[in-house]
């Protein structure tokens, strides 16, 4: 296959790259696509588009608005093979995982927004003792700065260009260099199905080349990241003097805390284990939500780990098209390089290395030898100090450690700096209850994991998030609510 040429999408024009950055197939190692390595001078033109788009959108009927993102979902849906193809070359995951969850999720996030943001409401109220009527209007911000990550890529962006259009702004989107082909390819359906010039652009390249310009831009009000809490804390300190919007959705080391009333014994979908083989390792433990600390009860500890390692050892790595493969590659190099750091580190500090990386013998097919793999990896007897287990190592490598009480699993997975999800085994319903609110998350699964409703709000607290996402509390990020006051 020839290499992917992509190219940024400005006032609704595909502009030729004046330099280009490469991207390579996590599969095999080989170059995939070139994509442009866009400058500030690409930003302000893609600023300025927007600008000229606003007012014309901001003010076209919010039915005609949802009329163009049902016409964009329907789109992406007759192309969803195609986007599953190349979301999968392009980031690594399974076939199977693109076409179950990422391409139809990109689909649910535009009906979504489309029909349920023109039955939003304001608030009114009568004020008899001055003969006031008040309500709210919500208005559209401006121009929005959508910033996304590498690992759900065309998912996680069009969870921020729904709301952000539906609320009448226009957008300025950047993609993560690392997986741009997808929102490239969503570029050509925005044109065919009739976004008017302007209203989306996509300009592709670096965080220093096209995300920092895009945050300190001073016509961008608006910005919404999805990414690493490093970048994050980077972003919220460049946006502050503009006073912006800001939205950030970070990073996570979610933990899965499980009581002695489990059951163990039970296989199939649902069950504990196999909840659990998708908690750690689904999308090679590159989902923010992964769960990459397993507190388990002390009582129960080995009898577990008998349960779950030879699981564990079941999940088939190979390439994403192979069927039956349960985890594909990394998404570069760079970050099999990060993962294997942790796993090197757990080793220097005498941690257990019950399967995966330099347990187990991994066997690729021919021509796969350079792909970025690395093998879903169960480790414990680390200190609870380790790096292993308060940093993201947002790869497939789980710890697995005990607990005593209640107490002690609340101290223990409260104890890092994140904040974004953590699951709860148990039984008994008291306990569940008492760990869901002692937890610092912000969300709890209990006897589940990742069971997403989407009319929920979605973020995380301390270094996890600022903000949240959802229908009600998007909208709230992406427009203004203006109060009328009139006397009769
Ligand atoms: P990253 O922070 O390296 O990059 C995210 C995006 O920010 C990319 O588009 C990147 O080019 C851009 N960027 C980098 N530096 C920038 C800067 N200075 N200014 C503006 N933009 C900049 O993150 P990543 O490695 O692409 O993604 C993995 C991270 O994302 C993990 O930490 C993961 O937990 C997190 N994540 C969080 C959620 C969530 O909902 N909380 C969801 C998915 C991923």
């Avoid at 943001?117 to 911000?141: C, D, I």
């Avoid at 790869?395 to 699993?409: I, L, N, Q, R, Y």
């Avoid at 760990?435 to 006897?447: F, I, Q």
């Avoid at 995380?460 to 006397?487: N, P």
């Amino acid at each position: 296959m020839s290499v992917l040429l992509v190219k940024n999408f400005i006032g609704g024009v595909f502009v030729e790259p004046v330099a280009c950055l490469d991207s390579f197939e996590p599969a095999t190692g080989k170059l995939f696509a070139s994509i442009p390595d866009s400058s500030a001078d690409s930003v302000d033109c893609a600023v300025a588009a927007a600008r000229s788009a606003f007012e014309h959108w901001s003010s076209t009927p919010i039915a005609k608005r949802a009329d163009l993102l049902l016409k964009l979902a329907d789109a992406i849906e007759e192309n969803a093979d195609e986007l599953a193809e190349l979301e999968s070359r392009d980031q690594g995951k399974p076939l199977w995982l693109a076409k179950a969850v990422d391409i139809p999720r990109a689909v649910t996030n535009f009906r979504l927004f489309a029909r349920a943001v023109p039955h939003q409401t304001g608030k009114s109220k009568v004020q008899e003792e001055f003969s006031a009527v008040n309500w709210t209007e919500r208005e559209a911000v401006g121009v929005c700065g959508l910033i996304s990550p590498w690992n759900l890529p065309l998912y996680l962006l069009t969870f921020k260009m729904a709301p952000a259009l539906m609320a009448g702004n226009t957008i300025v989107c950047k993609p993560s260099e690392m997986t741009s082909v997808t929102a490239f390819k969503l570029c050509h359906l925005v044109s065919r199905v009739g976004f008017p010039p302007g209203v989306v652009n996509v300009v592709f390249g670096t965080g220093p080349g096209v995300g920092e310009r895009l945050v300190s831009h001073p016509d961008v009000p608006v910005v919404s990241f999805t990414g690493s809490t490093v970048t994050g804390k980077r972003i919220a300190m460049a946006a502050a003097p503009f006073m912006k919007k800001l939205s950030l959705e970070m990073g996570g080391k979610n933990a899965g805390i499980i009581f002695d009333d489990v059951d163990l014994e039970t296989s199939g979908e649902g069950s504990l284990i196999s909840t659990l083989l998708r908690s750690c390792f689904i999308n090679q433990g590159e989902v923010c939500l992964c769960t990459s600390r397993l507190y388990v009860q002390e009582t129960i500890f080995d009898a577990f780990l008998r349960k779950f390692v030879p699981a564990v050892r079941e999940l088939k790595v190979g390439p994403n098209e192979v069927p039956g493969v349960f985890c594909g590659a990394l998404v570069s190099k760079e970050h099999k390089a990060k993962v294997l750091h942790y796993v090197g580190v757990a080793k220097n500090e005498g941690g257990v290395l019950h399967c995966g990386h330099g347990v187990d013998e991994l066997v690729l097919p021919e021509g796969y030898e350079n792909g970025y793999y690395v093998q879903p990896t169960v480790i414990s007897g680390l200190d609870e100090t380790s790096s292993c287990i308060t940093e993201e190592i947002f790869g497939p490598v789980v710890t697995v450690s005990k607990f005593t009480d209640e107490a002690d699993a609340i101290s223990k997975a409260n104890a890092v700096e994140y904040g974004l999800c953590a699951s709860v085994w148990s039984k008994n319903v008291s306990t569940c209850m008492r760990m869901s609110r002692a937890l610092k998350v912000g969300t709890v699964w209990v006897n589940c994991w990742m069971v997403r409703c989407l009319d929920m709000p979605f973020g995380g607290v301390k270094a996890s998030g600022r903000g949240r996402e959802g229908i009600e509390e998007s909208m709230e990020f992406y427009t203004e609510s203006k109060t009328i006051c009139l006397k009769y």
